[in-house]
T-cell receptor, first 111, second 116 residues
Framework: GEQVEQRPPHLSVREGDSAVITCTYT??????FFWYKQEPGASLQLLMK?????EINEGQGFTVLLNKKDKRLSLNLTAAHPGDSAAYFC??????????FGAGTKLSVKP | DPKIIQKPKYLVAVTGSEKILICEQY?????MYWYRQSAKKPLEFMFS???????DNQTASSRFQPQSSKKNHLDLQITALKPDDSATYFC???????????????FGPGTRLLVL
């Protein structure tokens, strides 16, 4: 089945810096990709859903890049602020199966 | 108003007991899921249901049994509880079983289970 590897497990940056989280996956048939944000003690909040046909996707304060050749998905927070401190999870969906999640990245943004 | 309700929010159980975690969604979705999150395995897929039928089961233990009495309900019965079952259990739903362009999973607030 699909294997999703997420790096790094922990990331600490200064306010205003960029933060990059990367996931690699194994199944070349994967076609939906998701990024979720989870604040401490809270549920998962969908940040962005990416289709395999689009390589660059921009959200509010972040960009998601999809490299299908390398089977790599990345989340780039362009100018992080303390409110971005949370755990971030990628998820990959293939066929009709429920998405498989990466292990998560705990991001800390210091003032 | 919350669209996915999970009850209870917190649950403490003794080893060997049985508990039922409740999930109800009011999004009109046809597919529902259970995930488990713990320190050992950050977010682990357990089950998926579509139109009240089991579609995917990635849980090795038969101690975990999903139950769907209505289309918008997917409860999780856990028997013979063990301390290793301590985790936060998240219910999720999507319009259809994921595969359509517009389908996205939405997560409930979770039930935190502690087994002593």
């Amino acid at each position: 089945g699909e294997q999703v590897e997420q790096r790094p497990p922990h990331l600490s940056v200064r306010e205003g810096d960029s933060a990059v989280i990367t996931c690699t996956y194994t199944d070349p048939n994967s076609y939906y990709f998701f990024w979720y944000k989870q604040e401490p003690g809270a549920s998962l909040q969908l940040l962005m859903k990416v289709f395999s046909s689009t390589e660059i996707n921009e959200g509010q304060g972040f960009t998601v890049l999809l490299n299908k050749k390398d089977k790599r998905l990345s989340l780039n927070l362009t100018a992080a602020h303390p409110g971005d401190s949370a755990a971030y999870f990628c998820a990959v969906s293939y066929n009709n199966n429920a998405p498989r999640f990466g292990a998560g990245t705990k991001l800390s943004v210091k003032p | 108003d919350p669209k996915i309700i999970q009850k209870p929010k917190y649950l403490v159980a003794v080893t060997g007991s049985e508990k039922i975690l409740i999930c109800e969604q009011y999004l009109g979705h046809n597919a529902m899921y259970w995930y488990r999150q713990s320190a050992k395995k950050p977010l682990e897929f357990m089950f998926s249901y579509s139109y009240q039928k089991l579609m995917d089961n990635q849980t090795a233990s038969s101690r975990f049994q999903p139950q769907s009495s209505k289309k918008n309900h997917l409860d999780l019965q856990i028997t013979a509880l063990k301390p290793d079952d301590s985790a936060t259990y998240f219910c999720a739903s999507s319009q259809e079983r994921l595969g359509g362009r517009e389908d996205t999973q939405y997560f409930g607030p979770g039930t935190r289970l502690l087994v002593l």
